[in-house]
């Protein structure tokens, strides 16, 4: 069950400031962050944010989202989203950086809203960029210096993407990669993975650099054999609105035999918004579409299952408090 309207912060109208977006062009984030409004096939995307769902039983935390983004047919400020995620039983969130701004950005979000906490790094998308530029070492000392804030918990999100980046810069992912599992040991921080078409590789040099205590593999793209490989090694397996897509039978099989107290919940926000609404704007406020279907997929009653994902959020990234 869902609401006919989005939460009032998303609503656009023709009277409102801020105007629709037109792509690369259109209105930018707070860290200079826009979400096109054509698709990767260049079909143009419907930028009205879906209805709210109905609120779930029991609180749970949006283990990945990313506020700096700017979506959709209007603007939402930190505390605007959060206060429509939590009217619908989302009361925390993570907030990732994946470049320098972004991660300034979370800095500055955690010090605005104390129902966030935050993870910086360089994506491994973004990591050849800083390379190229001569700025690896200084970007990498930045994430370093930004990860002392109290509120940042996880070195991430950071790892191997095998499907946009190819050839010699696939070298400076791995090198990146292995510096962020360095940080986020000698700091005590979780590990926040991106693994994009990059499993072996990603559990390789995990085993080779030797895993921080806490590890988790962010919108979950494997299946049964990789799920397998975090339970036996107690790594968190967050799952995205990508579980509820038609073609997704390796994630829900994945997750019918996750280690239930090694499950998370999450949107990626803006991105991978759940059925029925993909290719839609996704906001932390869609959490609850995702837990109802991982609760189809696991047979569980859904207090129970917004529970046990709220105090796994707690294990994989420390007290709110």
């Known amino acids: 069950m869902c609401a006919s309207l989005p939460p009032a912060a998303y609503r656009w109208t023709e009277d409102d400031d801020v ?16 979400r096109a409004a054509h698709d990767e096939s260049g079909r143009k995307r419907r930028l009205e944010y879906p209805p709210a769902p109905e609120p779930l039983p029991v609180p749970v935390a949006d283990n990945h989202t990313h506020l700096n983004f700017r979506d959709g047919l209007v603007e939402v ?90 050839g010699d810069a696939l070298e400076i992912q791995r090198e990146s990669f292995r510096r962020h599992i360095d940080i986020a040991k000698r700091l005590g ?14 559990v ?8 921080p205590e806490r590890v988790v593999f962010h919108c979950f793209s494997g299946d049964e054999e990789l799920a397998r490989i ?35 919940v999450e949107t990626d926000s803006p991105f991978l918004t759940p059925q029925p609404f993909r290719g839609r704007p996704n906001a932390s406020y869609m959490v609850p579409y995702t837990v109802r279907a991982m609760a189809e997929v696991l047979g569980s009653d859904l207090a129970e299952l917004c529970t ?4 796994n959020t707690v294990s994989a990234y420390g007290s709110w408090d």
């Open 19 to 34: 105007a629709p977006l037109a792509g690369a062009d259109g209105p930018r984030g707070v860290a200079g962050e826009v």
């Open 77 to 166: 400020g930190v505390r605007e989203a959060m206060d429509a995620a939590e009217a619908v039983g989302v009361h925390r969130a993570v907030q990732v950086g994946c470049d320098l701004p972004s991660s300034r950005f979370t800095v500055e979000a955690l010090d605005a809203d104390d129902r966030l906490l935050g993870a910086v790094a360089l994506h491994p998308n973004d990591a050849p960029r800083y390379a190229a530029r001569g700025e690896f070492e200084s970007a990498l000392a930045e994430i370093e210096e930004l990860a002392a804030h109290p509120r940042v918990r996880a070195i991430g999100e950071t790892g191997l993407d095998y499907y946009r980046t190819h």
């Open 189 to 202: 921080l979780t590990l926040q993975i991106h693994d994009r078409e990059a499993h072996d590789d990603v």
């Open 204 to 211: 390789r040099l995990l085993r080779e650099e030797g895993a």
């Open 230 to 264: 975090c339970n036996e090694n107690g790594w968190f397996l967050s799952f995205a609105g990508t579980l509820t897509f038609k073609n997704a039978d390796n994630l829900r099989r994945a997750l019918a035999i996750a280690e239930p107290s090694r499950v998370l």
């Open 308 to 311: 046990r994902l709220g105090e």
